[in-house]
């Protein structure tokens, strides 16, 4: 089955500029997760989705960063007026979510990324 | 004190060497523990869960100590294919369910 798929896989863009990044889940996931990595560094939490609401958000580093997630599905992140440290991987995972037996599925698949480079 | 600490490595070994990360994780409170592969360029997959009574897939084992906030992965008879970043993974409930990653440790096997 298809896995979880972002556009666009690399985007080059000038300091100042506003860009949209896009991530499709996995079908029937409810979950879904925005990341960063920085060269060379650890995976970044950035905001969490259940369903079209983000109950974590606490991972976004400014307010130039943006998500959104409309019928449960497809999420966009948004970073406006674009900085060179915003240079990075950015990778978003989905995971099925909340068991009807009152569990939570954890396993979280990530998509192949999205690199962006900000001249 | 960051919340999963790793050693980087890089460890570089000879094919079938016996190797073990080991991760430690600052939050008391987490409840849930993976490790996680990543290829260079390639985006994070997971590898296995990590449970108390200890796990083993194969030629990897996963052994998890409560207590000592410490968690760890032996390759056993590694493989040129098992070169790659591997990633310690917490999720700490109170946080949300986003996963905690370490900054992985690299390893290198070679013929």
């Known amino acids: 089955g298809a896995g979880v798929s972002q556009s666009p896989s690399n985007k080059v863009t000038e300091k100042g500029k506003d860009v949209e990044l896009r991530c499709d889940p996995i079908?029937?996931?409810?979950?879904l997760y925005w990341y960063r990595q920085s060269l060379g560094q650890g995976l970044e939490f950035l905001i969490y989705?259940?369903?079209?609401?983000?109950?974590?958000k606490s991972g976004l580093p400014s307010d130039r960063f943006s998500a959104e997630r409309t019928g449960g599905s497809v999420s966009t992140l948004t970073i406006q007026r674009t900085q060179q440290e915003d240079s990075a991987v950015y990778l978003c995972?989905?995971?099925?979510?909340?068991?009807?037996?009152?569990?939570?599925?954890?396993?979280?698949?990530f998509g192949p990324g999205t690199r962006l480079l900000v001249l | 004190r960051k919340e999963v600490e790793q050693d980087p490595g890089p460890f570089n070994v000879p094919e079938g060497a016996t190797v073990a990360f080991n991760c430690t994780y600052s939050?008391?409170?987490?409840?849930?523990f993976f490790w996680y592969r990543q290829d260079c360029r390639k985006e994070p997959k997971l590898l296995m869960s990590?449970?108390?009574s200890g796990n083993e897939d194969g030629r990897f084992t996963a052994q998890l100590n409560r207590a000592s906030q410490y968690i760890s992965l032996l390759i056993r008879d590694s493989k040129l294919s098992d070169s790659a970043t591997y990633l310690c993974?917490?999720?700490?409930?109170?946080?949300?369910?986003?996963?905690?990653f370490g900054k992985g440790t690299t390893l290198s096997v070679s013929s």
């Open positions: 989705f259940q369903g079209n609401s983000a109950p974590d």
């Open positions: 939050n008391s409170a987490s409840q849930s």
């Open positions: 079908s029937g996931h409810t979950a």
């Open positions: 993974v917490v999720v700490v409930r109170e946080a949300g369910t986003a996963l905690i």
């Open positions: 995972a989905s995971s099925l979510g909340p068991s009807g037996g009152g569990g939570y599925q954890e396993t979280q698949y």
């Open positions: 990590v449970y108390s």
